[in-house]
C-alpha cells in the first residue's frame, strides 16, 4: 500500500490571489518578495546573498511562483516532481481556513473579528473572562502582538494575577498568562471554558499563550493550545481514518482539526518537528496519512515582518527536504503546500491573502492544472485510495 504526507510550510505563499484586493493584500507575494529582498542585499541578518533553495526549485517551486502570480523569482530550475499554484475560496485567510480547505472542506461561514480598538471585547466576553480565570478583571483587551503585548503587560500580570487578554486581525480570542505564577493547566482550563461561548460567535480559535521568565526578559513556552472551531464536515483526515488507516499530525494539526480523524500528534517548535517527520517517513504504516504544520515561518518571521529570519527558515527547511525525500518509499506521495501568505514586506502584521505552491513528490513530473485548495485533499485520497468526501478534484 502507499502512504501520503501532506506538509504545510505556514504562510508561504506566493501571491496572485484574485479576490486579494478585497483584503487590501492585492500585490503581495511572501516568496517572491523574500526572494527580491535577498537579492537586493536587503536581508542581511544571520545569511547573506540571494536565498538559496536549490531543492525546493528542484522540485518545481521558482515554476509554482510563476503558475501562482506570473512573477519568475529567480530561485532555479525544475528537476522532477509536480508543481502548482492552488486558490483558496473561503472567506479567511487564517489557519483554520486554509488548513480545513486544504483537507477537503472550504469554511462556509464568515468568521467574527473583534474591531481594532480598545476594548477590543465585549462587555460579556470580558466578564466571563474574569469569571473564567477568578479574577476581578483582565489585562490588555485590545489587538496586539503576542511577543509586544507580554512585554508591555507581564509585570503587571504578576503582579494582578490577571490574564493578558487580546486578539488580532485574525478571528482569535488570545489569553497569555505565566506558566509559573498563574499556572500551565490553570491557563489551559479558562481557555478551555471559553471556548464554547466564543466558537458559537464564529470566533475561530481560543490560544493560550503561555510564558516564562521575568520582567525584561519574558519568553514564550512550546506550550502553547488551541481550542479551535470543529471542521463544518469530515475532512480527509477523517476520511482516512474512518477507512482503517492512521492519521499521524505533526505540529499544531491536532488543535486545528480537534483532533477529529486524527490518531496520535507530536508537538514542539520546528526543528523537533523536523525530526518527528524524518522518523515518519521511515516508520509510518502502508496506507497512513501523515500532516505536519511548520509554524515558524508565520509566527515567528511574517507577523514580525522579519524578511531575513522567513529567508534563514527557508533555507533551513530546503536543507533539510532531502533527508524527508530519502525516507520515501516507492508509491508515497509528498505534497509540500502553504495555507496562505504572510509577507514579511507587506504593510501590517497579518497574513495576505495569496495563492500557495503545491509540490508533488510522486509518480511523474510536470505541471499541474490550475488547483483549489481542497483539490490537494483530493489528490491525496486518490493516492490512497480513499472516497472524497468534499468539493475537490484529483489532480493526478
Avoid at 536549490?54 to 519568475?72: K, R, T
Avoid at 483558496?88 to 480545513?100: M, R
Avoid at 506521495?333 to 509540490?359: F, I, K, Q, Y
Wanted: net charge negative; aromatic share 8%; with cysteine.
Amino acid at each position: 500500500m502507499s502512504r501520503a504526507f501532506l506538509v504545510v510550510l505556514d504562510s508561504v505563499g506566493c501571491g496572485g490571489a484574485p479576490d486579494a484586493d478585497q483584503f487590501g493584500d492585492e500585490g503581495s507575494n511572501t516568496l517572491a518578495h523574500i526572494a527580491a529582498a535577498c537579492g537586493a542585499g536587503e536581508a542581511e541578518e544571520g545569511r547573506s546573498g540571494p536565498v538559496k533553495l536549490p531543492h525546493l526549485a528542484a522540485l518545481g517551486l521558482n515554476e509554482a511562483i510563476l503558475a501562482g502570480s506570473g512573477v519568475d523569482a529567480g530561485l532555479g530550475t525544475h528537476k522532477d516532481g509536480w508543481y502548482g499554484a492552488a486558490t483558496e475560496v473561503s472567506p479567511g485567510k487564517d489557519t483554520p481556513t486554509g488548513h480545513w480547505e486544504l483537507a477537503g472542506q472550504p469554511v462556509p461561514w464568515d468568521w467574527h473579528y473583534f474591531p481594532i480598538e480598545t476594548p477590543a471585547f465585549p462587555e460579556h466576553i470580558r466578564q466571563a473572562a474574569a469569571q473564567a480565570a477568578g479574577t476581578e478583571d483582565i489585562l490588555g483587551n485590545c489587538h496586539a502582538s503576542g511577543t509586544e503585548i507580554i512585554a508591555r503587560l507581564g509585570e503587571e500580570h504578576l503582579k494582578t494575577g490577571q490574564p493578558i487578554c487580546y486578539t488580532s486581525a485574525d478571528s482569535v480570542f488570545q489569553i497569555a498568562a505565566h506558566e509559573e505564577s498563574f499556572g500551565l493547566e490553570r491557563l489551559l482550563a479558562m481557555c478551555k471554558a471559553l471556548a464554547p461561548m466564543l466558537h458559537e460567535m464564529k470566533v475561530g480559535r481560543v490560544i493560550a499563550r503561555p510564558f516564562i521568565g521575568a520582567p525584561g526578559d519574558f519568553t514564550r513556552t512550546s506550550n502553547r493550545k488551541d481550542y479551535a472551531v470543529a471542521p463544518p464536515a469530515p475532512t480527509l483526515c477523517d476520511w482516512v481514518h474512518n477507512d482503517g488507516c492512521p492519521v499521524h499530525a505533526v505540529g499544531k494539526i491536532g488543535d486545528i482539526f480537534s483532533m477529529r480523524g486524527i490518531s496520535d500528534v507530536v508537538k514542539g517548535p520546528d526543528a523537533e518537528l523536523m525530526e518527528h517527520l524524518v522518523s515518519l517517513t521511515r516508520t509510518a504504516e502502508d496506507g497512513s496519512f501523515t500532516f505536519a504544520n511548520f509554524v515558524e515561518f508565520d509566527s515567528l518571521y511574517g507577523h514580525r515582518r522579519d524578511v531575513s529570519g522567513y529567508a534563514r527558515a527557508l533555507e533551513w527547511f530546503d536543507s533539510q527536504l532531502p533527508r524527508i525525500l530519502a525516507g520515501l518509499r516507492d508509491g508515497d506521495m509528498l505534497v509540500l503546500t502553504a495555507d496562505h501568505g504572510n509577507d514579511p514586506t507587506w504593510h501590517g502584521t497579518e497574513h495576505t491573502r495569496e495563492r500557495v505552491p503545491v509540490l508533488i513528490k510522486s509518480k511523474g513530473s510536470g505541471a499541474l492544472p490550475a488547483l483549489h485548495f481542497a483539490d490537494v485533499a483530493a489528490t491525496i485520497a486518490a493516492h490512497l485510495g480513499v472516497p472524497t468526501q468534499g468539493p475537490g478534484r484529483a489532480a493526478l
